[in-house]
Nanobody, 115 residues
């Protein structure tokens, strides 16, 4: 199993930026894909961005050009740089680690975009 610890959420004005971090510990060698999901009140959890072991990335259409996912293998950490934030980006953001043996989730971090 893998333990995930998110940080970096908060309150930001529209047009602002935030960077989320997700530190992984445990059986990190077995992780195939890491990603960020979000869940807004009354809505289903949705994929925001993902990154494979090889560095291939995938983004939801709603965040393309504004968000960037990256990873620092030396620190076992995945980041989500969020720019040009909009009120509709408000949600709890969850880090996710996927392998053929398990799926792990972090506890979530709140991102609120409001003036």
């Amino acid at each position: 199993q893998v333990q995930l610890l998110e940080s970096g959420g908060g309150l930001v004005q529209p047009g602002g930026s935030l960077r989320l971090s997700c530190a992984a510990s445990g059986s990190i060698f077995s992780i195939n894909v890491m990603g960020w999901y979000r869940q807004a009140p009354g809505k289903q959890r949705e994929l925001v961005a993902s990154i494979t072991q090889g560095g291939s990335t995938n983004y939801a259409d709603s965040v393309k050009g504004r968000f960037t996912i990256s990873r620092d293998n030396a620190k076992n950490t995945v980041y989500l740089q969020m720019n040009s934030l909009k009120p509709e980006d408000t949600a709890v953001y969850y880090c996710n680690a996927y392998s053929i043996a398990f799926i792990s989730w972090g506890q979530g971090t709140q991102v609120t975009v409001s003036s």
